[in-house]
C-alpha cells in the first residue's frame, strides 16, 4: 500500500525558517510527483508547491514563491524548504502525491492533478 512519511515542522519566529521532509513507499512508478498542501483554521487546503522526482520540474503558489523550496533528495523523497517565514503560513502541512506522476511534468495547477495519496500531516507554527 501507499504510504507518505512526513518529517520536520514545529514552532519558529516569524523570519525563521523550517524545514519538511516527505519519504514514500509504496507507489507504483519509479519517479513521482510529490506535493505540499496546507490547511489553516478555518480555511480551504490550498496547494504550496510539487516537484516531479523524475526531472526535478516544480510548480509553487504565489503565496510562497521566492520563500519557499520543494527539491527531490530520490525519486521518492522531497524536502520543502520554507524560509522567510509568516504569521499567516501557519498550518497543517500535509505530503501527497499524484495518482498519475508524469500529469506533473508540464508544470500544471494544483487542480488539474489528482493527489490521491496522502500523509498524516505536520503542523506548522509561525509566530510574531
Known amino acids: 500500500a501507499q504510504q507518505l512519511a512526513e518529517s520536520g515542522g514545529g514552532s519558529v519566529q516569524a523570519g525563521g525558517s523550517l524545514r519538511l521532509s516527505c519519504t514514500l513507499s509504496?507507489?507504483?512508478?519509479?519517479?513521482?510527483?510529490v506535493a505540499w498542501f496546507r490547511q489553516s483554521q478555518g480555511k480551504e487546503r490550498e496547494g504550496v508547491a510539487y516537484i516531479y522526482t523524475g526531472s526535478g520540474v516544480t510548480f509553487y503558489a504565489a503565496s510562497v514563491e521566492g520563500r519557499f523550496t520543494i527539491s527531490r533528495e530520490d525519486l521518492n523523497t522531497a524536502s520543502l524548504e520554507m524560509n522567510s517565514l509568516k504569521p499567516e503560513d501557519t498550518a497543517m502541512y500535509y505530503c501527497?502525491?499524484?495518482?498519475?506522476?508524469?500529469?506533473?511534468?508540464?508544470?500544471?495547477?494544483?487542480?488539474?492533478?489528482?493527489?490521491?495519496?496522502w500523509g498524516r500531516g505536520t503542523q506548522v507554527n509561525v509566530t510574531s
Open positions: 501527497a502525491a499524484a495518482r498519475y506522476p508524469s500529469f506533473c511534468i508540464g508544470g500544471q495547477d494544483f487542480g488539474s492533478i489528482d493527489f490521491a495519496y
Open positions: 509504496g507507489m507504483s512508478f519509479s519517479a513521482n510527483c
